[in-house]
């Protein structure tokens, strides 16, 4: 019989993150850890401000997208043995601004990676 390491859990789901009011996460031991959450201390700059509306607009962007854009993003990656996945690609490129890694990775692979 081997000696397994189990992770407490919260009504069969492994729980992290932020959960009403509470902030919950696994500690280096496999303990599962509560507090309460900590409001902010100070209102978000304006760069936060800023920084969050284009992670939004990339995320917006990704949905907008079809499933088979979807897939062959991840299978373009997969390919091309890039360590990161399809969605964190088109993100990358949105945010930045820059599609030439993108394109790249089409004329590469011969699949069609739509971008805006």
Do not use: C
């Not at 069969?12 to 303990?31: E, I, N």
């Not at 399809?86 to 590469?108: E, T």
């Amino acid at each position: 019989m081997t000696n397994r390491r189990r992770n407490k859990t919260w009504i069969g789901l492994h729980v992290a993150g932020d959960l009403g009011p509470f902030t919950t996460w696994t500690t280096q031991r496999g303990k599962q850890a509560w507090m309460l959450k900590s409001p902010p201390k100070q209102i978000p700059s304006p760069g936060q401000v800023a920084q969050r509306a284009i992670f939004r607009a990339a995320v917006t962007s990704w949905w907008t997208l079809t499933a088979v854009d979807h897939s062959n993003y991840e299978t373009a990656v997969v390919k091309l043995s890039i360590p990161f996945t399809g969605y964190n690609m088109f993100l990358s490129g949105h945010m930045r601004g820059n599609w030439k890694d993108v394109d790249q990775m089409a004329a590469l692979t011969g699949l069609s990676l739509p971008h805006p």
